[in-house]
């Protein structure tokens, strides 16, 4: 394989992992613990605050198309603590040059709110609330692909908890990638869902002209056509 080949395989491989970077540093989470002391059987209020960078409106809890995600927190249990109501603001509703129909979207900043119930058994000082918020960002171009990024508050000092490693780990890889299961098998997974492409009806009459077109780039050579053939099967998956 040429090496000008072997980049290109390589990006074409790099893509999926590229725009997970790229939807991840679009908000940025601060979670916050609730003012004064907790007490058994009383009701608290966490606060977790995203902020979006422009210009790539979220999408709201209540997404008015089925096909876009909506923005959800999941919560990690915590002893002697029972959760209550997620609280998230209104969304307004703004057509966007992505959409046909108008789009219900956050922008700026805004705050979500996170009831929690502690119980007799509860231990503020060994406390974190731990948890991560799964949504998914558009431009005016496209809607970049959903990412979970996770976030952590200490219920006691009210300060930011840091993340074990492997948690902060894949929250820069996304949740829609296949990075967590080795380079070899994410090549073969895109290899395979290109190949399939390539099966499909609209696909039969190119299959000639494509043929013919490698064998006169292979020039006779067998291991330069099987480059071609794996190189344009990629392309067909990542939709260059």
């Known amino acids: 394989m040429r090496p000008v080949s072997a980049v290109v395989l390589l990006l074409l491989c790099l893509l999926p992992a590229a725009a997970a970077v790229a939807a991840l540093s679009v908000v940025s989470i601060r979670a916050m613990a609730p003012e004064g002391p907790l007490k058994a059987g009383e009701i608290a209020v966490a606060t977790v ?59 700026g900043t805004i705050q979500i709110t996170v009831e929690f119930t502690p119980d007799a058994s509860f231990d503020p000082k060994n406390a974190v609330l731990k948890g991560s918020v799964r949504y998914q960002a558009c431009d005016n171009r496209a809607c970049l692909a959903p990412v979970r990024k996770p976030f952590g508050v200490d219920l006691a000092t009210g ?59 292979s ?16 392309a067909d998956d990542q939709g260059v």
């Not at 902060?168 to 997974?189: K, M, N």
């Not at 009459?205 to 490698?214: A, C, L």
């Not at 067998?222 to 480059?227: C, E, I, P, R, V």
């Open 49 to 107: 605050e995203l902020t979006i960078v422009e210009p790539y409106p979220l999408n709201s809890d209540r997404p008015l198309e089925d096909y876009l995600i909506p923005t959800t927190v999941e919560l990690e249990p915590i002893d002697g603590v029972t959760f209550g109501k997620t609280t998230f603001p209104p969304a307004p509703v703004k057509k966007l040059p992505i959409s046909e129909s108008p789009m219900a979207v956050w922008e």
């Open 219 to 234: 020039r006779g050579r067998k291991g330069s056509l099987l480059a071609h053939a794996c190189l344009q099967v990629l």
């Open 159 to 217: 300060g930011s908890a840091p993340l074990p490693p492997a948690q902060a780990a894949a929250s820069e890889r996304g949740e829609e990638g296949f990075g967590d299961r080795g380079l070899f098998l994410t090549i073969l997974l895109v290899f395979l869902g290109g190949l399939a492409l390539n099966l499909t009806p609209c696909v039969y009459p190119m299959i000639p002209i494509t043929i013919s077109y490698f064998g006169g780039q």
